[in-house]
């Protein structure tokens, strides 16, 4: 069956515009997370939906990100006043977990790269 | 909090020579444990875990972690590797029912 995809898998933005990526979890999946991964480091979580509400956002950097889920599938990953520093791989995993545990486990699309010059 | 060491960035070990990835976490719950192994190209994929249970996990593709809780230690090991295997290693860790934490990761280069 079809794994996790994300779209577009390279972005190309100026420092201070808005970008979208968007993440498709595996069908029937209904918890999803994302993940940033900086050069060199390992992934890094951002946030959690069960559903279609975000369990844990505590990793979000600051206001500047926000992720939704309004019909419990896709998701999109949205990151206004884009900065340099937000250039990184951005990962999403899927899981069937129906409860809270993190432990169930993710499959991961390929990423989606951004770039902010 | 937790956090996980990963204390090599890069491994370099002959064709079918042993590997041992270290990992070290810290953590004053009780943890899950996971490798993961993203190959050129492709998406982060679940090597193993270790949830409960019998302290040594083993993968399909011959690969095996021992949990030691006295010495924190999910250290990833395998007896004889291939080609096949290069590719960049995370060691992860999550408390019960909170986020995953992941390590710096591994590179392993097979040289032939």
């Known amino acids: 069956g079809a794994g996790v995809s994300q779209t577009p898998s390279n972005k190309v933005t100026e420092k201070g515009k808005y970008v979208e990526l968007r993440c498709d979890p595996i069908s029937g999946h209904t918890a999803l997370y994302w993940y940033r991964q900086s050069l060199g480091q390992g992934p890094e979580f951002l946030i959690y939906?069960?559903?279609?509400?975000?369990?844990?956002d505590s990793g979000l950097p600051n206001d500047r990100f926000f992720a939704v889920r309004p019909e419990g599938s896709v998701s999109t990953l949205k990151i206004q006043r884009t900065e340099r520093g937000d250039s990184a791989v951005y990962l999403c995993?899927?899981?069937?977990?129906?409860?809270?545990?993190?432990?169930?486990?993710?499959?991961f699309g390929p990423g989606t790269r951004l770039t902010v010059l | 909090a937790q956090s996980v060491t990963q204390l090599d960035s890069q491994v370099p070990v002959f064709e079918e020579a042993p590997v041992e990835l270290r990992c070290n976490y810290s953590?004053?719950?009780?943890?899950?444990l996971f490798w993961y192994v993203q190959y050129p190209n492709q998406g982060l994929q679940l090597l193993l875990k270790y949830l409960s249970g019998s302290t040594l996990v083993e993968s399909i593709n011959g690969f095996e972690a021992e949990f030691n809780k006295s010495q924190t230690s999910f250290h990833l090991r395998k007896p004889s590797v291939h080609i096949s295997d290069t590719a960049e290693y995370f060691c992860a860790v999550t408390p019960l029912d909170d986020k995953i934490i992941f390590g710096k990761g591994t590179r392993l280069h097979i040289l032939p």
């Open positions: 953590s004053s719950v009780s943890v899950y």
């Open positions: 939906f069960q559903g279609t509400g975000a369990a844990d």
């Open positions: 995993a899927s899981s069937r977990s129906a409860g809270t545990s993190y432990a169930d486990t993710q499959y």
